[in-house]
């Protein structure tokens, strides 16, 4: 090359996302189908076991629990607890996303909200009808206090429940819609379910199946797969739903 010509500098590369944390915190909770529930016994040891999850609307996690159980007892006696949601994959696992969740554990004792636990429930973990009609089971709910992200090395924050919640003011449409919604796209839009996981929330290929919607985003399922598809705008009834995942749709087959 001449002297007098300048040397020819790179293309910069495009500056890296900021991690957003709060979203995968919200994403977590939504997305792990199964968690460690740290309590505390009658001596005041601790004491933790696996519990599987599921989430009502507003994001608050829903357990299944039986009278039986040691758990149990102690949040009968102490509903203080904690609960590690974390994202299992290959490698270190100590690189890969968690979060911890810090609250009260609370009985639903109400017909209304035991019914809409159990819908949302066994539409997140299917094999648990075998005994959700057992006697000695039960549906609990946790009061966030507070949730502590760790996103892998260098990566923490820390958030009140309130923050991580999704919010339901004025989802009243949308949630008297969400079970024929649900039934709606595993009925007659398959193909669009496993474009949003493959496309939009990288995951594996398979029959995926909806199974939960709120104002932020679309749950999906697939054996023992979950996924989480965040809506690009808060929806809040069926018109705006069918808009917004429509668009998705779209998005994922350009995506492809």
Not at 30 to 59: E, I, K, N, Y
């Amino acid at each position: 090359m001449p002297d007098n010509q300048p040397a020819t500098e790179p293309n910069p590369s495009p500056p890296a996302a900021a991690y957003d944390a709060l979203g995968e915190a919200k994403r977590l909770l939504r997305d792990v189908r199964a968690g460690a529930l740290a309590t505390q016994d009658a001596d005041h040891q601790p004491f933790v076991s696996l519990v599987t999850v599921a989430t009502a609307a507003d994001g608050a996690p829903l357990l299944l629990l039986s009278r039986l159980a040691a758990h149990t007892g102690h949040l009968d006696t102490d509903p203080r607890c904690s609960l590690l949601l974390t994202q299992t994959r290959k490698g270190d696992p100590l690189a890969h996303p968690r979060i911890s969740i810090v609250g009260r554990a609370r009985r639903l004792e109400p017909e209304g909200e035991r019914a809409q636990a159990r819908a949302r429930f066994l539409a997140r973990n299917p094999k648990a009808a075998l005994y959700v009609d057992f006697p000695d089971f039960g549906f609990w709910t946790l009061d966030l206090a507070a949730v502590h992200l760790n996103g892998g090395f260098a990566r923490a924050a820390r958030f009140t429940g309130a923050e991580v919640l999704t919010d339901l003011a004025g989802c009243a449409p949308l949630l008297a819609a969400e079970a024929d919604a649900v039934d709606h796209m595993n009925r007659d839009h398959t193909e669009a379910l496993r474009l949003y996981a493959t496309a939009l929330a990288r995951g594996k290929d398979g029959a995926w199946r909806a199974s939960g919607i709120d104002p932020e985003g679309i749950d999906l399922i697939c054996g023992d797969m979950s996924a989480r598809v965040v809506f690009p705008n808060r929806v809040t009834d069926p018109g705006a739903l069918r808009a917004v995942l429509r668009d998705l749709a779209e998005a994922a087959r350009r995506r492809l």
